[in-house]
């Protein structure tokens, strides 16, 4: 049993987004009852640190719980169950659609981060069969960077994969530029002194203004200055 592993996040009762908040959260669950207690039979033991780990605000939600069969209660799935119609019962697929047509990419957020949000959405979008082309016209149409846009509308027969290789592109190359050009003014600089420390050794013939010390006469003397 690995116990040492850690436990889920808290879950966020005050999130503006139950149902999404609940459905990544009971995923983060299950996966740690799976690395931590798959040899565990009893089930009453799995709900304990269900609830434990919901803290006192999910052991409040439970005690509301009306089951079935009494034994429910202690068994695992119909207890997330019970928890899952708790945090969804407003869930619309129009309303889904809405929250996932409206998520364009961020200022400085990478697009491997907002494409897997975007995935992550459509699934409770129900778009069936035509999801790709979704996904890729969002792409298309809420990349932050407006000559990638460019460059994806300029493609006749764009795929969602093709999109992705063309944004992931364009994204290495602005990182790069941008290092490139950090780079250059010092080595301008380092040019420019490099320049000056040639010129200090060249000698240098000058004129110079020479008073003997025992004469009354100022006179003018040619100098080599090394």
């Not at 309303?95 to 981060?113: A, I, N, T, V, W």
Request: aromatic fraction near 10%.
């Amino acid at each position: 049993m690995a116990t040492s592993l850690r436990a889920p996040e808290l879950f966020n009762f005050s999130s503006s987004d139950l149902a999404s908040e609940w459905k990544m959260w009971r995923r983060q669950f299950e996966y740690f009852i799976l690395a931590t207690r798959k040899d565990e039979t009893d089930e009453e033991v799995i709900v304990g640190v269900l609830i434990t780990l919901l803290g006192v605000e999910g052991l409040k939600i439970f005690d509301t719980f009306v089951f079935t069969s009494a034994g429910d209660a202690k068994k695992i799935k119909p207890v997330l169950d019970k928890f899952g119609d708790h945090f969804e019962p407003l869930k619309s697929e129009v309303f889904e659609r809405f929250k996932f047509l409206r998520r364009h990419q961020l200022p400085g957020e990478s697009f491997d981060s907002w494409i897997v949000c975007l995935r992550g959405m459509a699934k409770g979008c129900n778009y069936g069969a035509s999801v790709e082309s979704v996904l890729r016209d969002q792409v298309v149409l809420g990349v932050a960077d407006s000559q990638t846009r460019e460059k994806l509308l300029f493609e006749k027969t764009l795929t969602l994969a093709k999109a992705c290789d063309i944004v992931r592109s364009c994204e290495a190359s602005r990182a790069q530029l941008s290092q490139m050009s950090t780079d250059l003014p010092t080595r301008r600089l380092d040019d420019s002194v490099n320049r000056l420390t040639e010129k200090s050794h060249k000698k240098r013939i000058g004129w110079c203004w020479s008073t003997p010390q025992r004469s009354k006469h100022t006179r003018w003397c040619r100098t080599v200055v090394r």
